[in-house]
């Protein structure tokens, strides 16, 4: 009796120092700034706004890709422009091959794909996050109605989520122990919205820091992506070919766009993976099937608006630039949507 009175009196001391723990840490993480992340942040949103694509039997716009699209976008310029419902898809810092796979894959989806596309994303690689997302979905469809810890997954993921927003942006011990020793703080430049969009408010960094930074991971990748074989282009081009040609055949529109970078960043992307290899020759094979490309470069509506990380639009210049492309695929991509509003 007396051991299991020790046992019972150790757990609950052991609890006691855990909570205690997970409060302290979490005070510091607050003292110094830290938010939390919604739930618009996560694969299962994702995973409800995919099924929406498909709940939505008529004509839509929907965008896939990786930051840019998101962050540059304004989903209400779009709708008010074309009268059409649009779905954003994209997934931050992955590349879009296996969304679009899947919904050329899936007979249920019919409409406009606008894709920000990279000549680095030529190479089929960074698919891992994509792949997961889209794995998750289906999982998502299979237990959808038969498994009843779904819900309380769910539900126990938002308290979370609400309760401990360290754990929701991945905070390191060693992250917080650093900004608690040199009193900094932590902030939120950026917003997703329930329909996923992000703003990003640029006002709240320091620029130029942000953008070294930026630059930095632009040339690693382009550097990386000048080493891949063009055999390996030459395959990913095929695969794109194929997934557009079925969305195509079935009375789809697919639309890719390299969205702006800025000067020096697009110097040395022209340095290490040429337009006339890397943008050009794609353009010649992808549009055969109907496919319609669209790169920044080209139009100068499209080219003066202020990046300050050199890669991203700030979210007062969202409605503008939205604007100046609705107007640009309007000229360049004549039936990328079906109806138009009169203006």
Same mark, same amino acid.
């Given at each position: ?18 909570v205690?723990g ?19 942040g996560?694969?299962?949103?994702w995973?409800r ?13 929907i ?6 699209i998101?962050?540059?976008?304004d ?24 969304i ?20 680095i994303q030529?190479t ?14 289906y ?17 126990l993921?938002e ?10 942006q991945?905070? !390191?011990?060693?992250t &917080? ?5 040199? =009193? +900094?703080?932590?902030?939120?430049y #950026?917003?997703?919205y329930?329909?996923r969009?992000v ?9 130029k820091?942000?953008y ?9 990748s382009?550097?990386q ?9 030459d ?8 997934a557009?040609?079925k969305i ?7 639309v ?28 010649a ?17 499209? !080219?003066?608006?202020? &990046? ?5 639009? =700030? +979210?007062?210049d969202?409605?503008? #630039? ?5 107007d ?15 203006e």
């Amino acid at each position: 009796m007396s051991m299991s009175r020790g046992w019972v009196t150790s757990l609950s001391i052991s609890f006691l120092v855990l909570v205690t723990g997970i409060g302290l840490w979490e005070w510091n993480y607050a003292r110094i700034g830290g938010y939390s992340l919604s739930m618009e942040g996560t694969t299962e949103h994702w995973v409800r706004w995919r099924e929406k694509v498909v709940k939505d039997p008529g004509d839509k716009i929907i965008l896939i890709g990786a930051s840019r699209i998101q962050l540059d976008m304004d989903l209400a310029t779009l709708r008010k422009n074309t009268g059409l419902p649009v779905y954003q898809l994209a997934i931050d810092g992955s590349s879009f091959l296996p969304i679009l796979e899947d919904l050329a894959n899936d007979q249920r989806v019919m409409g406009t794909i606008l894709i920000s596309i990279l000549p680095i994303q030529l190479t089929g690689d960074n698919t891992d996050t994509a792949n997961d997302y889209v794995r998750n979905y289906y999982d998502w469809l299979a237990a959808a109605y038969k498994n009843p810890w779904r819900l309380s997954e769910r539900v126990l993921r938002e308290l979370a989520y609400k309760m401990a927003p360290s754990r929701s942006q991945g905070v !390191r011990p060693e992250t &917080l122990w650093m900004f608690a020793l040199l =009193d +900094k703080e932590i902030f939120n430049y #950026f917003v997703t919205y329930e329909t996923r969009e992000v703003e990003a408010d640029y006002s709240k960094l320091d620029t130029k820091a942000v953008y070294a930074w930026r630059f930095k991971l632009h040339l690693d990748s382009v550097r990386q992506a000048a080493e891949v074989p063009y055999s390996v282009i030459d395959s990913t081009t095929e695969r794109l070919q194929r997934a557009t040609g079925k969305i195509i055949a079935r009375g789809g529109r697919v639309v890719f766009i390299q969205f702006p970078i800025d000067d020096k960043m697009l110097a040395a992307s022209e340095l290490l993976l040429p337009r006339a290899r890397y943008w050009d020759e794609f353009t010649a094979s992808i549009t055969r099937s109907g496919v319609s490309t669209i790169h920044f470069d080209d139009f100068q509506e499209l !080219r003066h608006f202020n &990046l300050p990380d050199g890669s991203h639009i =700030d +979210k007062r210049d969202q409605v503008a #630039f939205t604007q100046a492309l609705v107007d640009v695929l309007n000229r360049a991509a004549p039936g990328w949507v079906d109806q138009q509003l009169p203006e």
